[in-house]
């Protein structure tokens, strides 16, 4: 089967999941993938003004899963690894999203230029997802050159609800190139942290535009202070200051405890 039908809080979208290759697109249809992510970010977005744009879009689940659920919404997905464009392209053909959704074939980083993209062993069979411009993120097994670009430098005039970004331990650079975006737009920013990611970085960079983190387990949201790596929660909520009553109420309605950890001296 080319396609696998996601039934995802009422609406239906289609996948490709040639040969069984794509496995996040099984897993979103399997309801497994990464709780609470999925839910909790689709519930952000219905519940901010502004369009989404999904950052390491890989082959769209994200992107399909935006559309399906805010079908009001523009869209901009960044994707520069060619054969993964090729199946983000063509997801989004199959769910009707071709006036709604800007493809934009490049890495987005804090410079602007060309960079070089390690690519870990293709020997699991499946659809690459760990790509990353940090040659220490992994072993590399090739590299080929992509463009990269600042989200500030993209102009982009619409105003952003939420941003997801998954560019496997590069999301420090990408907040520093989309400073100026997210001091104009404060969008809830949905990051992956995982275990090499430059977390000081991040964390600094959150402090100077009065930004809140939120790593995210499944059943709760955990404010610590500092950004802190979590085998448990490698997806984290970066969320402005100002809009925390419009984030509880999203964790509120996918049944997530939010909690602030406090560290006695």
Same mark, same amino acid.
Request: charged share 25%; proline share 6%.
């Given at each position: 089967?080319?396609?696998?039908?996601?039934?995802?809080?009422g609406r239906?979208?289609?996948?490709?999941?040639r &040969?069984?290759?794509?496995?996040?697109?099984?897993?979103?249809?399997g309801?497994?993938y990464?709780?609470?992510?999925p839910?909790?970010?689709?519930?952000?977005?219905?519940?901010?003004?502004?369009i989404?744009?999904?950052?390491?879009a890989?082959?769209?689940?994200?992107?399909?899963?935006a559309?399906?659920?805010?079908?009001?919404r523009?869209?901009?997905?960044f994707?520069?690894?060619?054969?993964?464009?090729?199946?983000?392209?063509?997801?989004?053909?199959?769910?009707?999203?071709?006036?709604?959704?800007?493809?934009i074939e490049?890495a987005l980083?804090?410079?602007?230029?060309?960079?070089?993209?390690?690519?870990?062993?293709?020997?699991?069979?499946?659809?690459?997802t760990?790509?990353?411009?940090?040659?220490?993120?992994?072993?590399?097994?090739?590299?080929?050159?992509?463009?990269?670009?600042?989200?500030?430098?993209i102009?982009?005039?619409?105003?952003i609800?939420v =941003?997801?970004?998954? =560019?496997?331990?590069?999301?420090?650079?990408?907040?520093?190139?989309a400073?100026?975006? =997210?001091?104009?737009?404060?969008? =809830?920013?949905?990051a992956?942290?995982?275990?090499?990611?430059?977390?000081?970085?991040?964390?600094?960079?959150?402090?100077?535009?009065?930004?809140?983190?939120?790593?995210?387990?499944?059943d709760?949201?955990?404010h610590?202070?500092?950004?802190?790596?979590?085998?448990?929660?490698? &997806?984290?909520?970066?969320?402005?200051?100002e809009r925390?009553?419009?984030?509880?109420?999203?964790?509120?309605?996918?049944?997530?405890?939010?909690?602030?950890?406090?560290?006695?001296t």
């Open positions: 089967m080319a396609f696998v039908e996601v039934s995802f809080a239906v979208f289609q996948l490709e999941n &040969n069984d290759m794509d496995l996040v697109a099984r897993q979103i249809a309801g497994s990464e709780p609470p992510l839910m909790l970010m689709m519930a952000a977005l219905v519940r901010a003004e502004g989404f744009v999904d950052v390491g890989n082959t769209g689940v994200y992107t399909v899963m559309g399906a659920i805010a079908p009001d523009s869209i901009i997905a994707e520069p690894l060619p054969p993964v464009v090729e199946i983000l392209k063509r997801n989004i053909l199959a769910n009707g999203l071709a006036e709604r959704v800007r493809l490049v980083s804090e410079r602007a230029g060309t960079a070089t993209l390690h690519l870990p062993d293709p020997g699991h069979g499946l659809v690459e760990s790509a990353s411009l940090e040659p220490d993120f992994q072993p590399a097994h090739s590299v080929c050159a992509v463009r990269v670009e600042r989200l500030d430098d102009g982009i005039t619409d105003q609800g =941003i997801k970004v998954d =560019i496997e331990g590069h999301e420090h650079a990408f907040l520093r190139g400073r100026d975006t =997210i001091l104009r737009d404060r969008p =809830i920013i949905f992956e942290v995982v275990g090499p990611a430059k977390r000081a970085a991040i964390g600094a960079f959150l402090h100077s535009v009065d930004y809140m983190d939120f790593r995210l387990r499944p709760m949201a955990i610590d202070g500092a950004v802190m790596f979590d085998n448990a929660a490698w &997806n984290h909520a970066l969320v402005p200051r925390l009553p419009d984030f509880k109420a999203a964790c509120d309605s996918c049944n997530l405890t939010l909690l602030r950890r406090f560290q006695l």
